[in-house]
């Protein structure tokens, strides 16, 4: 990976951490599945209006879509409108990075090296302690939830990169935009379904009032900094580098969540939880870069191992 991609991960890796702050007052201001909908819904229209479609399969924009924004941020919601501290919410859901190697290496056909197994196992062990430190206080499923979160997320990423990797070039901040269309409507019919049919429309009317102008800077940094440039940042590093080498990146977005949500929110994680931290982060560290193939003479990206027929692969 070259400098200039690392900085931009780095880039990422800062607005994905400030964005459980956000995540953390929009869910005082609107239900956790309306504000999921209306996180992507402020960017789907203008993008199915002006942005053209990228031309890549429908299923693997599907994948992409419902992955990482249908499943990943549903749970998430979820769970922290269940009561999972946002700090430790940033630590657990970097779970997708383990997640998205062992996908990778059944749907992409990655090799899954002995040193990542053991890193793979040891990243499981860190998320078992944290699960028992946190069963201590009863809060064991909001956890629970984070983890399928994270395993939304990495199918998501293993979308992008079948999207991504075609044999036509990609615009990444495209095919992110048009992620962004496949969300709002399954999300706006879940909201209805399970917190009603007004609940959310209510809460946004409210968020025009005096007092609620934080719920829609939130909305804003999370549709715009978080998804439409975070993300696209994100989507343009899975399409040039393998998902090992960039999956790692990932594992510092805690960093920043945990240390924003100490100094923010006022949020101390106990000891437990921060020894699971360390343990998680390194055994998915090293799951995520043992193996990961070195960087071409003169600093120049390595081109993705794509699968030659991504089909076949995933009709397995």
């Known amino acids: 990976m070259t400098n200039r991609d690392r900085l931009l991960g780095l880039a990422v890796v800062l607005l994905w951490g400030l964005n459980f702050i956000s995540l953390h007052v929009g869910l005082e201001h609107f239900p956790p599945y309306f504000f999921a909908a209306l996180r992507f819904a402020v960017l789907a229209v203008p993008v199915v209006l002006l942005v053209p479609r990228p031309r890549v399969p429908l299923r693997w924009l599907l994948l992409y879509g419902t992955g990482f924004g249908i499943a990943q941020f549903g749970f998430l919601f979820t769970a922290m409108r269940a009561g999972m501290p946002t700090g430790l919410a940033s630590l657990v859901l970097q779970s997708s990075a383990p997640f998205t190697v062992v996908l990778g290496a059944l749907l992409l056909g990655e090799r899954l090296r002995a040193g990542q197994f053991l890193g793979l196992l040891t990243a499981v062990l860190g998320m078992v302690v944290i699960g028992w430190d946190r069963a201590q206080h009863a809060t064991v499923v909001p ?65 025009f009032s005096g007092s609620g102008w934080p719920g829609l800077a939130a909305l804003a940094f999370t549709a715009v900094l978080a998804t439409a440039v975070g993300s696209g940042l994100w989507t343009d590093l899975m399409s040039r580098y393998p998902a090992s080498a960039v999956a790692p990146l990932s594992l510092l977005v805690p960093v920043v969540g945990i240390g924003a949500s100490w100094a923010l929110l006022g949020e101390r994680p106990t000891v437990l939880s921060l020894a699971g931290a360390v343990v998680v982060i390194g055994g998915a560290f090293t799951a995520t870069a043992v193996g990961r193939r070195p960087v071409a003479v003169g600093d120049q990206p390595v081109a993705p191992e794509s699968p030659a027929n991504p089909d076949l692969i995933l009709s397995k």
């Open 143 to 207: 956890v629970l939830l984070t983890l399928a979160g994270g395993l939304g997320w990495a199918f998501g990423n293993i979308g992008s990169r079948l999207a991504a990797s075609g044999p036509q070039r990609v615009d990444p901040l495209h095919l992110t935009l048009w992620m962004s269309v496949v969300p709002p409507l399954p999300m706006f019919a879940l909201s209805a379904a399970v917190e009603g049919p007004g609940a959310g429309w209510r809460a946004l009317a409210q968020s």
